[in-house]
């Protein structure tokens, strides 16, 4: 069982920037995806960005592309997620979950993760 731990949200203004990290930690040495998620309140959880276990493919929502910026360090069993031009549409609670795969896909669809962290709140100030 892998578990994850998200840290790094908190109260930014918009148009500044922001890194979250999503540190694993149990059965570390396999192979697995991570993607982040989010949901703001009163929304369904969307799709933010993924990327493969060897990191070489990345997928991101259109909302997001080009502004944010998903990377991992598996020496750190760390995954992170730096956000740039933050827009008060990003506020939200931001997840990251794992994915078991063997090919290096960057999963984009919620069904395709077995484990999920609690959370960290990103708040985007007007």
């Known amino acids: 069982q892998v578990q994850l731990v998200e840290s790094g949200g908190g109260l930014v203004q918009a148009g500044g920037s922001l890194r979250l990290s999503c540190a694993a930690s149990?059965?570390?040495?396999?192979?697995?995806?991570i993607g982040w998620f989010r949901q703001a309140p009163g929304k369904e959880r969307e799709f933010v960005a993924a990327?493969?276990?060897?990191?070489?493919?990345?997928a991101y929502a259109e909302s997001v592309k080009g502004r944010f910026t998903i990377s991992r360090d598996n020496a750190k069993n760390t995954v992170y997620l730096l956000m740039n031009s933050l827009k008060a549409e990003d506020t939200a609670v931001y997840y990251c979950?794992?994915?078991?795969?063997?090919?290096?896909?960057?999963?984009?669809?919620?069904?395709?993760?077995?484990?999920w962290g609690q959370g960290t709140q990103v708040t985007v100030s007007s």
């Open positions: 990327i493969s276990w060897s990191g070489r493919n990345t």
């Open positions: 149990g059965r570390t040495n396999s192979r697995y995806s």
């Open positions: 979950a794992g994915s078991y795969s063997y090919y290096e896909i960057a999963w984009t669809g919620e069904d395709e993760y077995d484990y």
